[in-house]
């Protein structure tokens, strides 16, 4: 088998309060909506240099899922989206005003990251390569 693609699907309350934060913000393209063209989305997904996030809704997931795998237990975990960018002053500049959750930090593998929350909650870690 061979892996093809991975992206990860973020469950979240609502759709709306997320847009700004990917589109506006970090420069993700909306590639497909669910409902098409409706105010309020129940899935979509953003795209940006090849790589994908989606958002889906608690309410559509539970619809997606038989009864034994209630939408609820996905309340209970955490994500942490890594995306290693070419400039993390850039990144930090356009996402000033979002709560950041870890100041910019040089690691010892290398990359200097910083983690904010986006507007769902879950933590966005940015990373760029330290230039030796």
Not at 22 to 41: C, D, F, H, I, S
Not at 50 to 58: A, D, H, R, S
Not at 113 to 120: R, Y
Request: proline share 6%.
């Amino acid at each position: 088998m061979k892996i093809l693609r991975c992206t990860p699907i973020q469950i979240v309350d609502a759709i709306e309060p997320n847009l700004d934060f990917w589109e506006n913000r970090l420069g993700y393209k909306r590639t497909a909506e669910v409902p098409p063209g409706a105010k309020q989305l129940d899935f979509v997904i953003l795209e940006k240099d090849g790589l994908e996030v989606m958002l889906q809704t608690y309410k559509s997931m539970e619809a997606d899922m038989s009864s034994a795998h209630s939408a609820e237990r996905f309340q209970r975990k955490e994500t942490i989206l890594y995306i290693e960018v070419d400039s993390l002053e850039e990144a930090a500049r356009a996402l000033k005003g979002v709560p950041i959750s870890m100041e910019p930090v040089d690691r010892p593998y290398g990359m200097r990251e910083m983690t904010v929350k986006d507007p769902s909650g879950y933590a966005v870690c940015l990373a760029q390569k330290i230039k030796a």
